[in-house]
Structures are given as structure tokens and as C-alpha cells.
């Protein structure tokens, strides 16, 4: 079994930013992307972690990471962001795939319960997503030879679920929630 974990974003475009961690999306996930691997190797899955080029535009540097995920040739691709709006209302976790992919719908619903236990935070579920809110395509989703899932695990502009989310990426929580359902879900396919 090989599991790809991709730290959204990067290191210029670094993503939603929580006022209440006082991180990106890509300096949140980084070390929980460590985590998830970790706890998947212990389980007894391959796992590597991805990264997107930066310092390009984004379809050039979507085409990089998914030809170089594609050449791994993961059973799932995992990746790792968090949500953020204007309004401070909204809460929650979700995970989005492909419409069309079965597979994905299926680790996408596991994960996002999984997360949602993790955290303490409502559960949005699984989402079939083709483009992003900004209307962006969502290439890893795409053009992925894998299913593949975006999780999107709590919105960092709301600061309860900021720091629920934290936490549980803190204390280890989150990573453990998103390589056990993973894991599940691939072993059951």
C-alpha cells in the first residue's frame, strides 16, 4: 500500500492564514504532513511526503506535482489544507474529490469523519469538487492517476475550530485520525 501526502500550497503561495494560530495553511500542514507519514509507515504503508514547486505558476507547478506523484504511483494522494472565509461563523471539516471518483468519495467520507472525531468540529463530509472556491481547478484532484482527497480540516478564520485544529495537530490527534482512515479505506479496496 503507498499513500501520498502532499503539503498544500508552498512556500510563496502559502494559503488561508488563521490569525488565531498565526499560520498558513503550508506552515500548518508541514509538520502534520510528517505526522501522517509517520503514523502511516507504522502501520506498514508506504508513505512520502510531496511538495509543490514554488516560485511558478500554478498550473506549471500543479503539472510538476502531479507528474511526480503519478510516477510514485500511490493508491490514495492525501492532501493537507485548512479553510478560511471572511465571516468567522463558518466551522467544520470536509474532504473533496473527484466528482466522478468512486474511490475518492469513499476515502474522502472516511477521512472527513475521522478528522472531524479528531478535532471535535462538525463534520461537512465528503465533497465531489472540481474546482476550487476561487474557481482555481483542482489539478490534484484531476490529474492524479490515484483517487485523491483535499482535507480541509477546520476553518482557520473561525477561532474556536482554529484551535481545536491546532491542538489536535499538536498533540498528534489529527495525523493519527488521517493515516488510520486512510489506511482503512485503502486496505478495504
Known amino acids: 500500500?503507498?499513500?501520498?501526502?502532499?503539503?498544500?500550497?508552498?512556500e510563496v503561495n502559502q494559503g488561508a492564514y488563521s490569525a488565531t494560530l498565526r499560520e498558513f495553511e503550508h506552515q500548518f500542514n508541514t509538520p502534520l504532513s510528517a505526522g501522517v507519514v509517520r503514523d502511516l509507515k507504522e502501520r506498514g504503508a508506504v508513505a512520502q511526503t510531496f511538495y509543490r514547486p514554488a516560485g511558478?505558476?500554478?498550473?506549471?507547478?500543479?503539472a510538476a506535482l502531479t507528474s511526480e506523484i503519478n510516477?510514485?504511483?500511490p493508491d490514495l494522494v492525501v492532501s493537507l489544507h485548512f479553510n478560511s472565509m471572511g465571516d468567522t461563523s463558518f466551522a467544520g471539516c470536509c474532504a473533496l474529490h473527484w466528482p466522478s471518483s468512486v474511490r475518492g468519495n469513499l476515502a474522502a467520507a472516511a477521512?472527513?469523519?475521522?478528522?472531524?472525531?479528531?478535532?471535535g468540529n462538525r463534520n461537512r463530509g465528503a465533497i465531489a469538487q472540481a474546482d476550487s472556491w476561487s474557481g482555481a481547478p483542482l489539478y490534484i484532484l484531476k490529474d492524479t492517476t490515484?483517487?485523491?482527497v483535499i482535507v480541509e480540516s477546520f476553518f482557520g478564520s473561525n477561532p474556536e475550530d482554529a484551535t481545536k485544529g491546532g491542538a489536535a495537530r499538536d498533540s498528534g490527534a489529527l495525523?493519527?485520525?488521517?493515516?488510520?482512515?486512510?489506511?482503512?479505506?485503502?486496505?478495504?479496496w
Open 111 to 119: 477521512i472527513s469523519e475521522a478528522v472531524s472525531a479528531a478535532v
Open 1 to 10: 500500500m503507498r499513500i501520498a501526502v502532499v503539503v498544500g500550497h508552498d
Open 175 to 188: 495525523a493519527a485520525a488521517i493515516a488510520e482512515a486512510a489506511y482503512g479505506i485503502v486496505s478495504s
Open 56 to 62: 511558478v505558476g500554478y498550473s506549471t507547478a500543479m
Open 146 to 148: 490515484a483517487p485523491a
Open 71 to 73: 510516477k510514485w504511483t
